[in-house]
T-cell receptor, first 116, second 110 residues
Framework: NAGVTQTPKFQVLKTGQSMTLQCAQD?????MYWYRQDPGMGLRLIYY???????DKGEVPNGYNVSRLNKREFSLRLESAAPSQTSVYFC???????????????FGEGSRLTVL | RKEVEQDPGPFNVPEGATVAFNCTYS??????FFWYRQDCRKEPKLLMS???SGNEDGRFTAQLNRASQYISLLIRDSKLSDSATYLC???????????FGQGTELSVKP
């Protein structure tokens, strides 16, 4: 029962380096999300994809790009990492395609990123 | 003003106590609400959904007050295993955007 799988689980970057966080789900879910979690801030939505082929900005999209490669995969890219992007990143998926009643999210285990 | 606000706590309670958390939201168009539980350094997991006035599941009761724009979570007969952070989540009714509160930390002591 893999569910939502994120890689890598840990990463240390230097300022200005780029990297991609990978996320894949095997539950045939329509929607996928990327959140970041910082102490005292809760989870903040970076980007989400209500269905294959669509992506939308969340609360804190600056400095990030996303790709919904297919229904299973949703990647998050940091083009030029900054210390402010040090955080725990969570990918999630949902069986619904957005809408007013959507809210059941299944999360990956998180990716801990440190930018020096 | 944050879109979803929670008292961060921590709430320190003895085993067997009843404890309640509140969460306020700013978007009156929101139609669905959720409580998630997050254990230390783990991923959040869905605890309860709140679509109408409320929902009950065993020792847990969630209530919704649309007029005042808040939801609450009541935990009765607290167990040590209830120690976690409880996250309030609101669907903004904007194509599936889900907004999390900052979480309320609960510590249940023997």
């Amino acid at each position: 029962n893999a569910g939502v799988t994120q890689t890598p689980k840990f990463q240390v970057l230097k300022t200005g380096q780029s990297m991609t966080l990978q996320c894949a789900q095997d539950m045939n879910h329509n929607s996928m999300y990327w959140y970041r979690q910082d102490p005292g801030m809760g989870l903040r939505l970076i980007y989400y994809s209500a269905s294959e082929g669509t992506t939308d900005k969340g609360e804190v999209p600056n400095g990030y790009n996303v790709s919904r490669l297919n229904k299973r995969e949703f990647s998050l890219r940091l083009e030029s990492a900054a210390p402010s992007q040090t955080s725990v990143y969570f990918c999630a998926s949902s069986p619904t395609s957005g809408g007013p009643m959507a809210g059941e999210l299944f999360f990956g285990e998180g990716s801990r990123l440190t930018v020096l | 003003r944050k879109e979803v606000e929670q008292d961060p706590g921590p709430f320190n309670v003895p085993e067997g106590a009843t404890v309640a958390f509140n969460c306020t939201y700013s978007n009156s168009a929101s139609q669905s609400f959720f409580w998630y539980r997050q254990d230390c350094r783990k991923e959040p997991k869905l605890l309860m959904s709140v679509y109408s006035s409320g929902n009950e599941d065993g020792r847990f009761t969630a209530q919704l007050n649309r007029a005042s724009q808040y939801i609450s979570l009541l935990i009765r007969d607290s167990k040590l295993s209830d120690s976690a952070t409880y996250l309030c989540v609101v669907n903004k009714n904007q194509g599936g955007k889900l907004i999390f509160g900052q979480g309320t930390e609960l510590s249940v002591k023997p």
